[in-house]
C-alpha cells in the first residue's frame, strides 16, 4: 500500500474532502480561537490525589485491584500519586501561573461517601470545598466529574455495576455534591468513559476490578451504567442552586478515512456510529439512548440474544436534557470503503507515527468527530480529554523538553480550529492532563502532564509543553497558526 494513500490527519487532504468550500476559507483567515472558548487541562481523583486512607476515606476497587500481584505495571499503585490530596493549593498556583481557564477533576466516591451509600464523610467533602473555593479564587473554572473510575469498594461487593440499585447509589452521591458544590459548580460531566470502565474493567480484567465477565453482563451493566447516568442528571438539576451545565465524557473508537476520497470519507463516517461487532466502543450504542432514548437499531438486532430487559420508563429515565456532548479523543484507525462496499478498518503503514502509549498519531479526529457528532446529535462539543504519553525525563539544564508534545497538541488544535471555523459549537478543550500521574494498569510508565512529577520528592516542574500551553491561552490560540499553511503529514 503506497504510503500516500494513507492520511489520517492531514489538513490538506483530508480537510478538502471533508468540508464545504465555506470551512476551508475560514480556515485560510482563522487567526484565532473564537472569543469566549474555554482553555483547561484535566485530571482524576484517583490518578493524582493519594491519601488513600487519609482522613476517613473509604477504599475503592482500585485500591483493591492494586494489590493484586502482577495487575499494575511493577506492582505500582495511586496510594501516594501526586499527593494532590496535600499538595492541592501549589498544585493550584501552577494551574493558575500556565493562565488554565478551567480544571477538570474527578471526585472520588469514596473518600466523600466511604461505604457508597449511607454514611457521609466530612473531612472528604471539606477537601473537595477548599479546592473549588481555591480554583475559583485563582480564575479557573471547575468541571467536575462524579465517577472517574474509583467505585466504593462496598458497591463492587454489592454487584456494582451488575445491580441496578446502583442508580440510587449514584443520584443520592450526585445529589450530595450537588447539594454542597452546585452553588459554586456549574459544569458536570458525570460519568467519565462507560465504555473502558465497564469494558478493561469487567470483560477485559485489565482494570479494576479485573473481571471477565460474559457480554451480556456486559451489556446489563452498561445499561444500569445509562441508568446512573440519567439519573444523575436529573439529580443533579434538583439540587444544583446555580442552574448547572450537564454533558459527557465520552470515549469511543474513532476512525478517519484512509485516503482523500469522498468514499473512503463516508466509509469513516459510517463505521463510526455503527455497531457491527460486539465490540464494547461503540459510540452510538451509548449517545443515542443518551440523546435520542433509544438504543441504535443495528445494536438492539445484534445483541438481541444478550440485551438485559428494559423495563417500561427506563429509556425515558436515560434520556435527559444535556447541555453539551463531552468527548475523550486520542487516537484513531483508518477506514477505507471496502470491496464489498462497506466500511473496512485497515492498518497504519509501517512506521506511522505512535505515542509512548503506541497510539497512533491522527489529529484529523479533532475535526471529524466533533463535526459528525453535532450533524448527528447537534449539541455543543467538549473536547473533555486530549494528550499524549511521552518518556519526558529531567534534562541535564534542569528544563523538560517535550517537542514531541508540542508539536501533538498544535496539529490537534488546529484541525479543531478547521471545525469550529466551519460551523461546529466547540466550548472548551481539556489537555490530558495537567500532571503526570498514575496511568492506571501501567502505573507511572506513562507521563501525560504539562508538569513533570518526581514521585520520589514530589517535585513539579513546568515542561516546555506547558510554558508553550500557556502561551496559546494568553493569545486565545493565536500563536497556534503562524503562517497558515496546511500541516505536513506527520510521517
Ligand atoms: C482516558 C482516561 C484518563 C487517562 C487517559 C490517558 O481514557 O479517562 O484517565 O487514563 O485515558
Redesign the pocket.
Known amino acids: 500500500m503506497p504510503r500516500r494513500r494513507f492520511l489520517g490527519s492531514s489538513v490538506a487532504a483530508v480537510g478538502a474532502a471533508a468540508l464545504p468550500a465555506r470551512a476551508r476559507s475560514a480556515t485560510a483567515k482563522m487567526t484565532e480561537f473564537p472569543r469566549g472558548f474555554v482553555w483547561g487541562a484535566a485530571a482524576?481523583s484517583y490518578?493524582i490525589e493519594g491519601a488513600a486512607t487519609a482522613d476517613g476515606k473509604g477504599l475503592s476497587i482500585w485500591d483493591m485491584f492494586c494489590k493484586k500481584p502482577g495487575a499494575i505495571w511493577k506492582d505500582q499503585s495511586g496510594d501516594v500519586a501526586c499527593d494532590h490530596y496535600n499538595r492541592w493549593k501549589q498544585d493550584v498556583a501552577l494551574m493558575k501561573s500556565l493562565g488554565l481557564q478551567a480544571y477538570r477533576l474527578s471526585i472520588a466516591w469514596p473518600r466523600v461517601i466511604p461505604e457508597g451509600t449511607g454514611a457521609t464523610n466530612a473531612k472528604g467533602l471539606d477537601f473537595y470545598d477548599r479546592l473549588i473555593d481555591a480554583l475559583l479564587a485563582a480564575g479557573i473554572t471547575p468541571w467536575v466529574t462524579l465517577y472517574?473510575w474509583d467505585l466504593p469498594l462496598a458497591l463492587y461487593h454489592r454487584g456494582g455495576w451488575l445491580n441496578r440499585d446502583i442508580g440510587n447509589w449514584f443520584a443520592d452521591y450526585a445529589t450530595l455534591i450537588g447539594k454542597r458544590l452546585g452553588d459554586r459548580v456549574r459544569h458536570f460531566m458525570p460519568l467519565?468513559?462507560p465504555q473502558?470502565f465497564l469494558g478493561a474493567g469487567l470483560i477485559q480484567g485489565r482494570h479494576a476490578p479485573g473481571d471477565k465477565l460474559r457480554f451480556a453482563e456486559f451489556l446489563l451493566a452498561a445499561h444500569n451504567t445509562l441508568l446512573a447516568h440519567g439519573r444523575s442528571v436529573q439529580a443533579l438539576r434538583a439540587a444544583c442552586k446555580a442552574a448547572p451545565r450537564i454533558g459527557t465524557a465520552q470515549?469511543g473508537y474513532n476512525y478517519v478515512p484512509a485516503t482523500d476520497s469522498a468514499d473512503d470519507l463516508r466509509a469513516a463516517r459510517t463505521r463510526y456510529f455503527a455497531t457491527p461487532d460486539d465490540s464494547y466502543k461503540q459510540n452510538a450504542f451509548w449517545l443515542d439512548p443518551m440523546i435520542r432514548g433509544r438504543y441504535p437499531e443495528d445494536a438492539l438486532k445484534l445483541y438481541a440474544a444478550s440485551m438485559p430487559p428494559i423495563r417500561a420508563g427506563d429509556m425515558e429515565t436515560i434520556k435527559q436534557p444535556l447541555d453539551f456532548l463531552g468527548m475523550?479523543l486520542?487516537s484513531a484507525d483508518p477506514v477505507r470503503k471496502g470491496k464489498d462496499g462497506k466500511p473496512e478498518v485497515i492498518p497504519w503503514p509501517a512506521g506511522y507515527p505512535i505515542t509512548g502509549f503506541e497510539w497512533a498519531v491522527a489529529p484529523s479526529i479533532l475535526r471529524l468527530i466533533p463535526t459528525w457528532l453535532h450533524e448527528r446529535y447537534k449539541l455543543p462539543i467538549v473536547i473533555a480529554?486530549n494528550g499524549l504519553s511521552v518518556r519526558d525525563w529531567v534534562a541535564a539544564d534542569g528544563s523538560v523538553h517535550d517537542p514531541d508534545r508540542i508539536d501533538f497538541t498544535a496539529r490537534y488544535l488546529r484541525e479543531l480550529a478547521t471545525a469550529i471555523a466551519a460551523g461546529v459549537p466547540v466550548e472548551a478543550y481539556f489537555h490530558?492532563s495537567i500532571l503526570d500521574n498514575f496511568?492506571?494498569a501501567e502505573g507511572y510508565k506513562h507521563r501525560?502532564g504539562l508538569v513533570y512529577v518526581n514521585y520520589a520528592t514530589q517535585a513539579r516542574t513546568v515542561k516546555d509543553s506547558g510554558k508553550w500551553y500557556r502561551d496559546v491561552i494568553a493569545s486565545n490560540g493565536r500563536t497556534l497558526f503562524g503562517t497558515g499553511a496546511p500541516d505536513p503529514r506527520p510521517y
Do not use: I, L, R
Request: charged residues 20%; glycine residues 0%; aromatic residues 28%.
Open positions: 482524576a490518578q472517574h467519565n468513559e473502558v470515549a475523550t486520542y480529554e490530558w496511568e492506571w501525560f
